[in-house]
T-cell receptor, first 117, second 111 residues
Framework: DAGVIQSPRHEVTEMGQEVTLRCKPI?????LFWYRQTMMRGLELLIYFNNNVPIDDSGMPEDRFSAKMPNASFSTLKIQPSEPRDSAVYFC???????????????FGPGTRLTVT | SQQGEEDPQALSIQEGENATMNCSYKTSINNLQWYRQNSGRGLVHLIL?????REKHSGRLRVTLDTSKKSSSLLITASRAADTASYFCATDGRYGQNFVFGPGTRLSVLP
């Protein structure tokens, strides 16, 4: 398996523009997570899905952020409009779940480095 | 809010020495995991320890868990330059699958 795939790897955009980040989880994994990492705030969970359904979006900073998972093999994180403070590395991760006592190991993608000028 | 807090924030050792990092957390957990992040890369899972376990080994890694003290430690024995990375502990959140990551320990292993 190729692992978790994210695109693009780097994104530079101007304030006010829409940004869409993409993620393809590992085949067969039923949990998908979106994280944001900055020097100041560390690694923050934004939202996670189970079987394509959003379970907890309490980490989404504000209404400018939205995430979708239309099928088991694809998810998007959209920021509209983008602001300079959104500059960060955004990671997608997936896990096999497997129930309450199942596998919790998360597999991370390489990340998308977003710069908003 | 962050559940796990790693200590120290940064650690610098010589190759061949052992490295110990600690993680403290506030509320009861079911599982605790350790991850490694090389510069510019995604996190990589190292080891998971369940609340009913006290110690686990994986190669040169040894993890302990003391639920009475709400703390865990990660020991890397015979460190190598390739172990240079940031190490994070993650504790399970409200829904079990939602793990909360600490701020990490930055380990530098000098050749």
């Amino acid at each position: 398996d190729a692992g978790v795939i994210q695109s693009p790897r780097h994104e530079v955009t101007e304030m006010g523009q829409e940004v869409t980040l993409r993620c393809k989880p590992i085949s067969g994994h039923d949990y998908l997570f979106w994280y944001r990492q900055t020097m100041m705030r560390g690694l923050e969970l934004l939202i996670y899905f189970n079987n394509n359904v959003p379970i907890d979006d309490s980490g989404m900073p504000e209404d400018r952020f939205s995430a979708k998972m239309p099928n088991a093999s694809f998810s998007t994180l959209k920021i509209q409009p983008s602001e300079p403070r959104d500059s960060a590395v955004y990671f997608c991760a997936s896990s096999g779940g497997g129930g309450w006592r199942g596998s919790y190991e998360q597999y991370f993608g390489p990340g998308t480095r977003l710069t908003v000028t | 809010s962050q559940q796990g807090e790693e200590d120290p924030q940064a650690l610098s050792i010589q190759e061949g020495e052992n490295a110990t990092m600690n993680c403290s957390y506030k509320t009861s957990i079911n599982n605790l995991q350790w991850y490694r992040q090389n510069s510019g890369r995604g996190l990589v899972h190292l080891i998971l320890i369940r609340s009913n376990e006290r110690e686990k080994h994986s190669g040169r890694l040894r993890v302990t868990l003391d639920t009475s003290k709400k703390s865990s430690s990660l020991l890397i024995t015979a460190s190598r330059a390739a172990d240079t990375a940031s190490y994070f502990c993650a504790t399970d959140g409200r829904y079990g699958q939602n793990f909360v990551f600490g701020p990490g320990t930055r380990l530098s292993v000098l050749p």
